[in-house]
T-cell receptor, first 113, second 115 residues
Framework: NAGVTQTPKFQVLKTGQSMTLQCAQD?????MSWYRQDPGMGLRLIHY???????DQGEVPNGYNVSRSTTEDFPLRLLSAAPSQTSVYFC????????????FGQGTRLTVV | KQEVTQIPAALSVPEGENLVLNCSFT??????LQWFRQDPGKGLTSLLL?????REQTSGRLNASLDKSSGRSTLYIAASQPGDSATYLC??????????????FGQGTILTVHP
């Protein structure tokens, strides 16, 4: 039972480079989301999706794009990496957007130099 | 806007002690509250989910309560063990609003249980 799988676990990027953080879940959950975790800031919502083909912005969406072509996958794209995007990124999924348990992946630790 | 606060920021206790972690939130229209555990360099592991219609949930040595009227939730850990050492996070989910299903997290309590 894999749950929520994120790849890669670690990544170093140069400023201006682009990359995609992968997230997949095998629980047939409708709702998926991306958070970033920074010291002193806690976890903040970047983007979320309530189902395939539907995405929306969270509280810190600038510099990130998402798409949801399947129920299972919810990739996060960094368009032009900046040092301010150095963070740990977590993908989460839950059956519905309310009153259901959220499950998190193991995280991707990203450093932008 | 929902704000979540956790007290204390850090707690160190001897093995075997019973302890309480506190979580407070500003918006009582909370849909549910979830407690997580995070080990260093790892992801978040769900411990307990309390829905708005519930007062408490129990799992093994863990018991979490929710009091919407006072804006508080507590996580009670019985007979603590060194393996309980981790950061504990609480997160509230509000109905509707501008970000459906958004979890608003507290800053966490770093728990150390020493032998």
């Amino acid at each position: 039972n894999a749950g929520v799988t994120q790849t890669p676990k670690f990544q170093v990027l140069k400023t201006g480079q682009s990359m995609t953080l992968q997230c997949a879940q095998d629980m047939n959950h409708e709702y998926m989301s991306w958070y970033r975790q920074d010291p002193g800031m806690g976890l903040r919502l970047i983007h979320y999706s309530v189902g395939a083909g539907i995405t929306d912005q969270g509280e810190v969406p600038n510099g990130y794009n998402v798409s949801r072509s399947t129920t299972e996958d919810f990739p996060l794209r960094l368009l032009s990496a900046a040092p301010s995007q150095t963070s740990v990124y977590f993908c989460a999924s839950r059956q519905g957007w309310a009153n259901t348990e959220a499950f998190f992946g193991q995280g991707t630790r990203l450093t932008v130099v | 806007k929902q704000e979540v606060t956790q007290i204390p920021a850090a707690l160190s206790v001897p093995e075997g002690e019973n302890l309480v972690l506190n979580c407070s939130f500003t918006d009582s229209a909370i849909y549910n509250l979830q407690w997580f555990r995070q080990d260093p360099g790892k992801g978040l592991t769900s411990l307990l989910l309390i829905q708005s219609s519930q007062r408490e949930q129990t799992s093994g040595r863990l018991n979490a309560s929710l009091d919407k009227s006072s804006g508080r939730s507590t996580l009670y850990i019985a007979a603590s063990q060194p393996g309980d050492s981790a950061t504990y996070l609480c997160a509230g989910s509000n109905a509707g609003g501008t970000s459906y299903g958004k979890l608003t997290f507290g800053q966490g309590t770093i728990l150390t249980v020493h032998p």
